[in-house]
């Protein structure tokens, strides 16, 4: 790649901010206001520096993207699921970047009607999502929710499935989720707090009244919780939920009393959590509850849900994780890990039966799909792996049989899955703790240390990245790349313990895992630091900051998408969309004893004069997650302060969010973008 293009300079206007006597002069605050003028020209010329330093690439790019794009069946189809008496099915045709929602009446061999077709929809919009489709109780009306700016703020709209008009009901402003009551009127919905964009209000809506008198039947008054709305499966009931990372509340309401008041399930208490499902005539509880720290299912009467009621069904385990239930009429299916594993167990309610679904190796995804029908003895799953594309499956749990409902096709003619070969390997910590990796790579590569290896890793919020198939990452096996997923702490990957151990006052053992496990690499011949790539989004982006900052000396290449890089300004920011709820995963910095401690990996603030690996950072002006300035800023300090000439290019998409680009095919140019910029460093052009 060329430099020997200026980059653009950010202006220098010091804001001094002090907090607890430490003193930050941030040189570019002034990057924060992306109703300034001065910022959008800074973007652009940022993005026409990008462009100008990687036009030798370009063709590299589209190259990699029709290649990608080859891969994928465009008129495709999912497996249709019934509910309600409907068939459902989304597709996509050729050459089209957005879905068709149908369904189909009683049977497959009925004709389709079409819900929406997206494409259709999204004509003269930059960005486009469409999300939350809810269809009433009686199949006559259907609501659903837009979003044309990417920064998460939907529009709720409800149309008429007989005549197919569009109600003149607008509700903006909304998190896009609803849900009906029984009457088949009333839609309850969740609105944003329109400054922090926290979801704090559940509203009801009587079909064809005014918004203006839409009723507040929930007010999330704790800035640090969230609250949602949803039916249980059994339809009998309507949910508001309230969480933060460590609380959560329920209210119910029988569904056929839309005017009704709600009840609490049981009142929040500071570190309990739970989760209700309901069934029959009582609620399943998934929750830590008597310091259940990897959860345990309990029980109790729908007329008595406070926890003195509550009954144990199944036991905490000390190195098991209950991650989720799906409730049938003869069999609970239970979603565990252990070992980092994905487990499926099915357990029938009269007891007979009690047993596990088998996988057969280290470097899978297995997880419960959709499954709306509770008289069934079909349950529906997916499974996929490092090397196996996705499979689409339906389980008998009374026969055992087993139905591929759909395979995913990899087109283009040269994939063949024993090619590849997957791994799972533990690299020591520096605490002596052991960290897995999973590695996929093509048959043949000889560990010598002279590999390209892209380690990609997150860390946060218990989110836990499971080992999945990609065809676009095809495009890196096949040049002679590793692809290695480190499950550093902070997610969930061995359980619940293992998040605890990488948030708060631990955090800094997700950026030292990923460290050792960079260095586990360079030690085992995988790679070496010449041609080891880091690649996360994010949070995950906030880890990219961190080790560039710690071991730059390990990285050829990293790529930080999204990246949530100013931790103590946003943290310190109150009105900034979602500061508040992260309170318990981060830490609060009003308490000094945070303060200290995120000061100390914060990547903006801990900049330093030192040589940086080559860097592309990604992000969208819209994003209402990570807003656009913490990138923004972070590359104009490295400008300032790198000592090296590599590579340092910021791309800021002017039309999107948090998520990127809209549309299926548009993403991939994204990832196409991505690749080129560290394959040309590995000297590999086509």
């Given at each position: ?166 109600y003149t009901d607008v509700i903006e402003k909304t998190t896009g989720n609803c849900t009906w009551a029984a009457d088949n009127q009333t ?139 799906d409730i049938f009429k003869k069999y609970l299916v239970i979603s565990e890990r252990s070992e980092g594993l994905s487990k499926i167990r ?341």
């Amino acid at each position: 790649m060329s430099t020997k293009f200026n980059p653009p300079i950010a202006d220098k206007i010091p804001v001094t901010l002090e907090k607890h006597g430490d003193v930050r002069v941030d040189n570019y605050f002034w990057l924060n206001d992306r109703d300034n003028d001065k910022v959008i020209d800074y973007l652009n010329r940022e993005n026409d520096y990008n462009d100008r330093v990687t036009a030798h690439t370009k063709n590299f790019q589209e190259a990699l993207f029709k290649e990608m794009k080859g891969r994928i069946k465009e008129d495709d189809a999912s497996v249709p699921y019934k509910n309600n008496g409907y068939w459902y099915i989304t597709r996509f045709e050729k050459g089209k970047n957005y879905p068709i929602y149908a369904c189909k009446k009683e049977t497959l061999d009925a004709p389709e009607e079409i819900l929406f077709d997206v494409n259709q929809e999204a004509e003269g919009h930059s960005y486009f999502n469409m999300r939350g489709l809810s269809v009433s109780p009686d199949n006559h009306k259907i609501a659903f929710a837009t979003d044309t700016t990417g920064r998460r703020n939907y529009t709720i709209r409800i149309k008429d499935l007989r005549t197919g008009e569009i109600y003149t009901d607008v509700i903006e402003k909304t998190t896009g989720n609803c849900t009906w009551a029984a009457d088949n009127q009333t839609l309850f919905y969740t609105k944003k707090d329109e400054e922090t964009l926290r979801s704090n209000r559940i509203l009801r809506h009587k079909l064809g009244q005014p918004v203006s008198k839409d009723q507040v039947v929930y007010f999330e008054e704790d800035d640090t919780f969230s609250t949602y709305v949803y039916k249980t499966k059994s339809k009998k009931y309507i949910v508001i939920g309230s969480s933060s990372t460590l609380t959560s509340e329920y209210r119910i309401l029988p569904a056929t009393q839309p005017e009704g008041d709600f009840t609490v399930f049981q009142k929040r208490t500071r570190g309990l959590e739970y989760n209700i499902a309901h069934f029959q005539d009582s609620f399943y509880i998934l929750t830590n509850k008597d310091k259940a720290t990897n959860f345990k299912l309990m029980v109790t009467p729908e007329t008595k849900t406070s926890k003195e009621n509550w009954e144990e069904v199944i036991p905490h385990q000390k190195d098991v994780l209950l991650e989720d239930i799906d409730i049938f009429k003869k069999y609970l299916v239970i979603s565990e890990r252990s070992e980092g594993l994905s487990k499926i167990r099915i357990k029938s309610w009269d007891g007979s039966q009690d047993y596990y679904l088998p996988f057969d190796n280290e470097t899978y995804t297995a997880y419960v799909s959709t499954n709306p029908d509770f008289d069934t003895e079909i349950l529906r799953y997916a499974y996929n792996g490092l090397t196996t594309p996705n499979s689409v499956i339906d389980f008998n749990m009374d026969t055992k049989e087993k139905e591929i409902k759909k395979e995913q096709e990899v087109l283009g003619g040269t994939f063949k899955k024993e090619n590849y070969t997957s791994d799972r390997v533990w690299a020591t910590a520096r605490d002596g703790v052991k960290i897995p990796i999973s590695l996929v790579y093509k048959k043949g590569i000889i560990k010598n240390g002279n590999n390209p290896l892209l380690q990609y890793g997150y860390g946060s919020y218990g989110n836990t990245i499971d080992p999945y198939f990609s065809t676009v990452r095809l495009s890196l096996l096949d040049r002679g790349f590793i692809y290695a997923i480190a499950h550093v702490r902070g997610s969930e990957y061995l359980g619940r313990p293992w998040y605890e151990n990488g948030k708060l006052l631990k955090k800094k053992n997700t950026f030292t895992d990923f460290i050792d496990c960079s260095k586990y690499l360079i030690e085992n011949k995988y790679t070496s630091s010449e041609h080891l790539y880091a690649s996360g989004g994010s949070a995950g982006g906030l880890l990219m900051g961190v080790i560039i900052n710690e071991a730059p000396e390990l990285y050829n290449g990293v790529i930080a998408s999204v990246p949530f890089v100013d931790v103590m300004t946003t943290m310190l920011d109150e009105s900034i969309p979602l500061t508040t709820g992260e309170y318990d995963e981060w830490g609060n910095p009003n308490e000094s004893v945070y303060y200290k401690y995120m000061r100390s990996y914060s990547p903006y603030d801990n900049v330093k004069k030192q040589a940086y690996p080559n860097l592309l950072v990604t992000t969208g002006l819209h994003d209402s997650q990570v807003q656009y300035w913490e990138p923004a800023k972070w590359v104009a300090k490295l400008r300032e302060l790198k000592t090296n000439d590599t590579l340092l290019l910021l791309h800021t998409n002017m039309d999107a969010g948090h998520g990127g680009a809209s549309g299926r095919f548009e993403a991939i140019k994204e990832v196409a973008e991505e690749y080129a910029f560290i394959l040309d460093l590995e000297g590999i052009t086509t």
